[in-house]
């Protein structure tokens, strides 16, 4: 794989973690606290909740050029025959990051790589951010279903490395589990390269005034000691931005609560982390 871009994945095998939050944040913070040209793409699904999170849910209705055909047979002649198609994909948000929205042919994409012969299956998305994304971009976040499925691998094995947000509780911690489990059938996969790992694990939707988010996340920081991260508090802020189209450090100190300034400045500490860990891989 050529690492000339920095590559990461939001991804828990599981919905209403705070992943699309998460790689928002993290994609700002990024941007703005380390001068990094950052692109997300949203492969979450076609609720499109990236691009509700920066405000541009109704400019990407209907993309021109949609990320699903990246996934399709017909990709290389698109890319051959259209003009400035990779440039018609993307989206820029108000706050630093870029943006390639979800579509409504992911779903049909993910189908119709079931039939694609195994050896070939997964490598899609890779082949896309190599040729298109690295030569623009320092990095690129994805947002991945919370489901296994083609696109999810897909997902996977481009970023190779997984960024897991968790709400606390006992069967969130056994998701983590099951995604290492996950993670290593991929690396031993023979007929592929990639190597994802588990590089950044955390705590959201925290209420600090529970027992139980205080023993989940000291039991992440035991069980992960090298890859744990601070904890996202519940923060009305949160909920009242993605509202709003913006993120946490859309908003000036005063403008947030005691909560969300903590959130804010954990997404910071967050990504420092996550960054420091891809330059050292």
Do not use: C
């Not at 959201?204 to 039991?219: G, K, Y």
């Amino acid at each position: 794989m050529v690492n000339a871009i920095q590559r990461a994945t939001t991804y828990v095998p599981k919905g209403g973690v705070g992943k699309t939050t998460s790689t928002a944040h993290i994609a700002v913070s990024a941007h703005n606290d380390h001068g990094l040209d950052t692109l997300l793409i949203d492969l979450a699904g076609t609720q499109n909740d990236l691009a509700t999170q920066f405000g541009l849910a109704d400019d990407v209705r209907d993309p021109d050029a949609p990320i699903s055909a990246v996934f399709s047979e017909n990709w290389s002649f698109i890319r051959e025959n259209i003009d400035n198609v990779f440039e018609r994909m993307v989206f820029e948000t108000d706050e630093g990051p870029d943006l390639i929205p979800a579509d409504n042919g992911l779903g049909a994409e993910d189908n119709n790589l079931a039939n694609v012969p195994r050896e070939n299956r997964y490598d899609r998305l890779e082949r896309f951010i190599t040729d298109e994304v690295a030569p623009r971009y320092d990095l690129v976040l994805l947002d991945l279903p919370g489901k296994e499925d083609n696109i999810t691998i897909n997902g996977l094995f481009a970023a190779e490395n997984v960024i897991a947000p968790l709400k606390p509780g006992e069967f969130e911690r056994k998701q983590l589990e099951n995604l290492q489990r996950e993670l290593a059938a991929i690396r031993d996969d023979g007929d592929h390269d990639a190597q994802p790992m588990l590089q950044l694990v955390f705590a959201t939707m925290v209420d600090s005034t529970t027992n139980l988010a205080d023993e989940f996340t000291n039991v992440l920081a035991e069980e992960y000691p090298k890859i744990s991260g601070p904890p996202i508090s519940e923060s009305a802020n949160i909920g009242n931005e993605q509202a709003n189209g913006r993120t946490l450090f859309a908003l000036s100190d005063d403008e947030l609560y005691d909560t969300g300034r903590r959130a804010r400045e954990a997404y910071r500490q967050l990504t420092t982390s996550l960054l420091e860990r891809l330059e050292a891989r």
